[in-house]
């Protein structure tokens, strides 16, 4: 029986550890361009910042909008502005580099491809943010994907989008604001005191169920977790021993200076506005 030659059609695989963090920042920023958009746009698409832990995460941490005209079978964007708001961003933070691009809508569209093949020559193996700003499912939904090349031998023929793990995380200074947010309805903006008491309060809320897992440990209700103990050995052990009248001179200080602050940000609104308002007559007259 004679032999032949067989081609074989394959993905090529990519590493399973792979996987990607976004803070809420970013979410918040996007649903805010596709709210912007201009009238004829039907999706937002940008750039995303952050950087690569060393376990090989890609942490998302900030984002930026690109203009862009988008038709059936071709996307043209504005590579200058692109690369005009990277240089600006660095500036300001050069630690946040290039990890991918976001769009807004339900999954990959058809010329996702095309952006995601510019993206690669800005970084390798960029990640594809998708944001359902639409609530196709009847929720907002947030999926992260890279790019799975498909090659017939040698010859690679084209590229499918694989989803990998996304985690929104945040810090407690996000937390504050995200708690604020996500509500469908805010009466007015929390005060500096109003927020603070709300940190407070969840901070108490966590000593207490700290302090009742201790007794529960205590009283063998509960399994003891060496992790967990040596955490909160930690925790303690990082609070400052001062006393009570150190620490109200302390919080006494800080908040003065947190008045000055404010009453000089005062000021200096009120002068930029008259400066204004001064400049207008100025025109008209």
Avoid at 112 to 134: K, M, Q, W
Avoid at 220 to 239: K, L, Q, Y
Wanted: one cysteine or more; a negative charge.
């Amino acid at each position: 029986m004679a032999s032949s030659d067989q081609t074989v059609l394959q993905f090529v695989p990519l590493s399973t550890s792979l996987s990607a963090k976004v803070h809420p920042l970013v979410i918040f920023n996007i649903c805010d361009c596709f709210v912007r958009r201009p009238d004829q746009a039907e999706r937002v698409i940008g750039t995303l910042l952050g950087s690569v832990l060393p376990d090989g995460t890609v942490d998302i941490r900030n984002s930026y909008v690109v203009p862009h005209n988008e038709s059936s079978d071709q996307v043209a964007l504005d590579i200058d502005y692109h690369h005009n708001m990277l240089s600006s961003h660095q500036k300001v933070n050069p630690k946040e580099v290039i990890v991918g691009w976001f769009s807004t809508g339900f999954g990959v569209s058809g010329g996702s491809a095309l952006i995601h093949e510019f993206y690669s020559r800005e970084v390798a193996n960029p990640i594809h943010l998708t944001v359902d700003t639409g609530f196709t499912n009847g929720e907002a939904s947030i999926k992260a994907f890279v790019s799975v090349n498909l090659s017939l031998g040698d010859q690679q023929l084209a590229a499918q989008f694989q989803e990998i793990p996304l985690d929104l995380r945040m810090v407690e200074a996000e937390r504050v604001g995200f708690d604020i947010l996500k509500t469908t309805a805010v009466d007015k903006l929390p005060t500096d005191m109003e927020g603070m008491e709300s940190t407070m309060e969840r901070l108490l809320a966590l000593i207490d169920d700290t302090y009742k897992y201790v007794d529960d440990v205590v009283e063998g209700r509960v399994a003891p977790d060496n992790n967990i103990g040596r955490f909160i050995s930690e925790t303690v052990s990082s609070v400052p021993k001062i006393s009570p009248s150190a620490f109200d001179k302390l919080v006494n200080d800080s908040l003065q200076d947190q008045l000055l602050l404010l009453y000089l940000s005062s000021i200096t609104r009120t002068q930029l506005s008259l400066a204004e308002k001064l400049n207008t007559a100025a025109q008209i007259l």
